[in-house]
């Protein structure tokens, strides 16, 4: 005999069902925590949508955040998408990280910086795999202070590169980099045969920036709302 009723099991499912995210809120969630932009293909592959139907909705996003004037937009770059402040936004970005963010660099973040400056253009899987570590949250502080710049990308893997910047050396208060100490033969030759032997533990990552007290902050996404 049937009983009245749904099966309970068959209402969950389709609670669930109906509260999924949307396609579009799919793809900010996906775009706000990516660290180099995201190629379409792999967007599609995730989501399970066709390729052209994410295409269109990437684009409808980037041209929504011009028309509303945001203070960050949606960039095709490098064959992919990311989050990136606008460009008229960059002299108050700067103003608050120079002047709103007084706190020391940490241990941490000073050996990250020192990888960049002697192994530049050097991308972040290199950096982390030099230091042991996940580089990717003080890479993110290091480039929001103004210390290093993306610096094109690698032809084998088309990871982006990251180098120091002018304010870098002013900070340093070096005229160029040959000024720079002699310390480039402690630092590992053979980056890529680390990489393969000796990965970043996952999950770890380092502190980039540390208060009065000594406590590490992470470092927001420069390129994120």
Same mark, same amino acid.
């Given at each position: ?9 068959? #209402? ?11 396609? %579009?809120? /799919? ?25 052209? #139907? ?8 980037? $041209? /929504?955040? %011009? $028309? ?5 937009? !949606? @960039?095709?770059? $490098? ?19 120079r002047d709103g963010q007084e706190v020391r !660099?940490?241990? &941490? ?14 991308? @972040? ?24 710049? #993306? *610096? ?6 088309? *990871?982006?590169?990251? %180098? ?19 310390? *480039? ?11 393969? =032997? /000796?990965?970043?533990?996952?999950g770890r990552a380092d502190g980039d920036i *540390?208060?009065?007290? =000594? /406590?590490?902050? &992470? ?7």
């Amino acid at each position: 005999m049937d009983m009245m009723g749904n099966d309970p099991v068959d #209402e969950a499912d389709g609670a669930a069902v109906q509260h999924s995210p949307g396609l %579009r809120a /799919s793809l900010e969630a996906i775009l706000l925590v990516v660290d180099e932009p995201v190629a379409e293909v792999m967007l599609a592959q995730v989501l399970e949508r066709p390729r052209e #139907e994410i295409a269109r909705e990437l684009a409808s996003l980037a $041209a /929504s955040y %011009r $028309a509303e004037e945001r203070g960050f937009e !949606l @960039r095709e770059v $490098a064959g992919g998408w990311r989050f990136y402040t606008r460009e008229e936004c960059a002299p108050v970005v700067e103003r608050f990280v120079r002047d709103g963010q007084e706190v020391r !660099l940490t241990q &941490a973040a000073l050996e990250t910086l020192a990888v960049v400056a002697y192994r530049q253009p050097v991308s @972040r899987a290199r950096v982390s795999a030099v230091r042991g570590v996940n580089c990717d949250g003080v890479m993110r502080t290091l480039t929001l202070r103004g210390l290093v710049e #993306e *610096a094109g990308t690698e032809h084998e893997t088309g *990871a982006i590169l990251f %180098r120091t910047t002018s304010y870098f050396l002013e900070r340093l208060g070096l005229a160029s980099l040959a000024d720079l100490p002699e310390l *480039a033969p402690f630092l590992p030759d053979d980056v890529e045969d680390m990489q393969a =032997g /000796s990965e970043p533990e996952p999950g770890r990552a380092d502190g980039d920036i *540390a208060g009065p007290g =000594g /406590s590490a902050d &992470a470092g927001g996404e420069p390129a994120g709302p």
